[in-house]
């Protein structure tokens, strides 16, 4: 309906100002201005002298949030890790707590038909190995993108991206989600964020905004109603990833026998006092110290004062020495980095390394060196310490599957961690925790520590369900506390699983504990592939091929299928020939057999937990 003199309050030239703004405002904006009316109102019904907008802002902690606030907002997450399932509830907690009524999902649940009926829609999403979705993210991305996508003009959106800056496809799936979103006609409810792998202080700054645009409270409200707060992952316990338990280290051995070239530590925790608890197919989070001799290499090379007190920030001041020890990650070289320190450094070498159109050279940089090669490549000497670790990102725990089951060993956890080592450039590098664990940790030391839930790699509720286990190398760490936890459940389930590494006779990991599984019938079936035993490599998946028709009539009578280790590789692998599998069984195309497969993947029948 037009305004005019006659049906509204309003003079000829306030009644055509608001016909013409009236119909560009989306439903967002209309809800918000119902809002600001009505706090305005309220302010006025006090008695006291109409208020200015300013007015408004200072009265926030009286303006009855309510009436603006929509129906009901849709979160939807999606997630491998569980990090971006945890932010999602803290997030649909937060908005209830402020009376916004929310609906929270994965987004392997929701119907993409439902898309259209929606009026606000919050988005959390991880991004994985070469910007890929996480899985449960999978089919609601690809519709998002296909030409069944809606028109969305009446949908009002925010998303949080999580990611890791050494990727260089930091955050894409989330940066898709929101470009793709915009493109459909939706309205960005609030700008989107993308969180580094410390993703803490970013996310909960996201949530402040997008909780203050849904209760429809102009921006200088936030102080008083709802302050930006950290959001922590694990609320069980008083223990969580911003305030790890000091666990004590009870074993630390080497799984590998002598004459291999690979190093696999097996460590036992213990949690005793903790409150932490944890369910098979969850990760333990550990937080790393780097390697002495690297501290005292990058402080000799910048010329620094070892015992200069420096600020940490939040872990308060320290000597430099320890700094670099304990508190940033002084090896990984991230683009957003090396971009801080040529601006810090002024270094003009770096500044065209660091330019647009030298892209490749600085991807090929960062991929093959470390800081400490920067720093002496680039001369970077000059700089004081304070403003260097000023631009550091702070060191980020390390997540490891569990390989252990509480039932079985109440208050302990165990982990299967591999050595990273190798020469580059004629120096020794090292994996920064498992060089600690495999050279620095004993049994009494302490480690700090948090619990990963992982609600997207976890065994089935119906104890009789057969699993099938593909897990090469470390990969096998979450089946040794899957079949722990089913031999204590005394769960009836079949299990079957597919194990490799390169050689029988000393990379066989934890072969005694499998043999008396086979015995005992906690494992039904194992198949081995050891690689470099024969003169052909030999991997998992050949052996699921030679198994073919069997493996298809456990998929076809209802098996859940685990996959866990390498992700560039041998998941990829193995996701092929599940499909050729199951093409073949169920005498179905390729596109076929690609859906099935996804479809498993949406009813958690197909889980992957990969790195
Ligand atoms: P690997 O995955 O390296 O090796 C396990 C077995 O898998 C070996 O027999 C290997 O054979 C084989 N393999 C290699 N390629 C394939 C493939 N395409 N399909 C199936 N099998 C294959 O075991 P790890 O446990 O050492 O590593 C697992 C993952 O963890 C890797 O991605 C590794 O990079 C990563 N990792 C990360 C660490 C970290 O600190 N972040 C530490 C250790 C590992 P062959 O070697 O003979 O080719």
Known sequence: MQLNVTNSPFNEEQSQQLNQLLPTLNSHQRIWLTGYLSAQGSVVAEGAAPASPQAVNVQAGTVPSTPAAPKEVTILFGSQTGNGTHLAKKLSKRLEEQQVKTEMLSMADFKPANLKKLSHLLIIVSTHGEGDPPDNALAFHEFLYSKRAPKLENLSFSVLALGDTSYEFFCQTGKDFDTRLAELGASRLAERVDCDVDFDESAGEWMQSVTQALSAAPAADSATTNAASPVSTDSESEYSRSNPFAAEVLENLNLNGRGSVRETRHLELSLEGSGLTYEPGDSLGVYPENHPRLVDEIIEAMEWNAEEVVNTGKNGTASLREALHRYYEITILTKPLVEQIAKLTGNEALATLTAPESADALRAYIHEHDLLDLIVDYQLKGVSAAEFTSVLRKIPARLYS??????????????????????????????????????????????????????????????????????????????????????????????????????????????TEWQRWIKDGVLTKMDVAFSRDTEEKVYVQHRMLEKSQELYEWINNGAAIYVCGDEKHMAHDVHTTLETIIAQGGGLSPEQASEYLLQLQQEKRYQRDVY
């Open 402 to 511: 569990i390989a252990s089951s509480s039932k079985a060993t109440p208050d302990e956890v165990h982990l299967t961690v591999r050595t990273v080592r190798y020469a580059c450039g004629g120096r020794d590098r090292y994996g920064v925790c498992s060089v600690q664990m495999a050279e620095r940790l004993e049994p009494g030391d302490t480690l700090p520590v948090f619990i990963q839930h992982n609600p997207n790699f976890k065994l089935p509720e119906n104890p009789d369900t057969p699993i099938i286990m593909i897990g090469p190398g470390t990969g096998v760490a979450p089946f040794r506390s899957f079949l722990a936890e089913r031999e204590e459940s005394g769960a009836e389930g079949k299990t079957w699983m597919f194990y490799g590494d390169q050689h029988f006779a000393t990379d066989f990991l934890y072969q």
